[in-house]
């Protein structure tokens, strides 16, 4: 069965962004633990880096962390901000600049526009911060352009890439915008159900949707 790492981002001190009486690592936290839940119901292996609210160390560390866990892949879940200028919209997606397979990207990308915007999918690099924008053939579900050469900017996607895991950074909407928040809110378990299907569709598990 396919070994899945879930992360719920941020934990403990560490509440990552703050807007409209909403906690990131709340968000992230219940999320990530109903991803986990419903993953095992299709028959995954899934280990959660945490299952309550505590600091389970940076996002470097926790990249070590699922580097020596070895699963076949790894998601950190978060909600995004624009520095509480509130002017960004929509789900975006942060992937390894060396990634080539883009299953799981594609499908959740399809998934996440029937319920939100989805801005992009991105690869972001070190040295000069450049955001890569990237881009996937339809037929062959792969990128169409890799880039071996850059360092990555996430500590989780450096090293736990480090170790041969892919991990992606999914940022399910942006916090600081009132009616993002207020689109995410009464469809949670539809971000929920997107996440999973993509990663059954992803590994091609069966899907069944939650009773």
Do not use: C
């Not at 909403?22 to 119901?41: F, P, T």
């Not at 560390?61 to 580097?67: D, E, Q, T, W």
């Not at 689109?183 to 949670?188: C, K, M, S």
Request: glycine share 8%; no cysteine.
């Amino acid at each position: 069965m396919p070994h899945i790492v879930v992360d719920a981002g941020h934990g403990g001190f560490d509440s990552g962004a703050s807007f409209f009486g909403y906690k990131e690592k709340d968000i992230n936290l219940s999320v990530s633990r109903k991803v986990a839940a419903r993953l095992r119901q299709l028959g995954f292996q899934v280990t959660e880096l945490r299952t309550d609210d505590s600091d389970v160390g940076n996002a470097g560390v926790r990249g070590k962390k699922i580097a020596e866990l070895k699963p076949d892949f790894a998601i950190s879940i978060h909600a995004n901000s624009s520095g509480g200028q509130g002017k960004l919209q929509g789900a975006e997606i942060y992937t390894p600049m060396t990634k080539s397979p883009a299953r799981f990207e594609y499908y959740l990308r399809e998934e996440l526009r029937k319920l939100t915007k989805f801005r992009h999918i991105w690869s972001k690099e070190s040295r000069t911060q450049k955001l890569y924008e990237r881009h996937i053939d339809p037929d062959s579900k792969k990128y169409t352009q890799t880039y071996p050469d850059k360092a990555e900017f996430y500590g989780i996607i450096r090293e736990s890439r480090a170790g041969g895991v892919n991990t992606d950074i999914i940022e399910m909407f942006y916090l600081d915008s009132e009616p993002d928040l207020y689109t995410f809110l009464p469809q949670e378990d539809k971000f929920v159900e997107a996440i999973v299907k993509a990663m059954a569709e992803a590994f091609n598990m069966k899907y069944t949707a939650p009773a």
